[in-house]
């Protein structure tokens, strides 16, 4: 597994579930489902090109304790679709969503692991009727996407979404 990605994985305590697998980043963040690791075989993948992704994924009740110590209220996030975790040109993140279940709203929180730490670079809430952000993306390729629209910095309010998704801000 990719060294990286695995201190990550220790430090957060996080269980990993089968290969490091890698992928087109594009595709990657398309997709809203558990990555499929296709060859087994590849074991510890590393991103053969700056378009690729190594991602990891992830036992759910592994998240669920993450959120419980990280957030310090237990049970408060429950994780509503698999998490991103993976390296992508030499930095490593973590991608979760989760309803919100003390505000009753769904939850995107992103981080990146640097040197000194775990850095929140978003954090979004979203219903049917609002979204509001904190987005500090402008120092990664990165843009969380909220009804077609990519926002890669501010802390605002908009309309409501039912999905909010982390994507390549250039894609």
Known sequence: MNFNLRNILVGAGIAAVGAVGTKVAVDYFRNRGKEEVIDESQGDAEPTSAQEVAFVNVENNSVQTFLDV???NPGRYTPTRPPKIFDYQGQQYMVIWAYDNQKSKNQMLAFLYAPDGRHMIASVGYTAEATDYNINLESTPFAVE???????SGQ?????????D??????
Request: net charge neutral.
């Open 70 to 72: 990280s957030f310090g």
């Open 146 to 152: 909220v009804n077609g629209t990519k926002i890669t």
């Open 166 to 171: 982390f994507v390549l801000a250039g894609a």
């Open 156 to 164: 605002s309010q908009t309309g409501g979404t039912n999905e909010v």
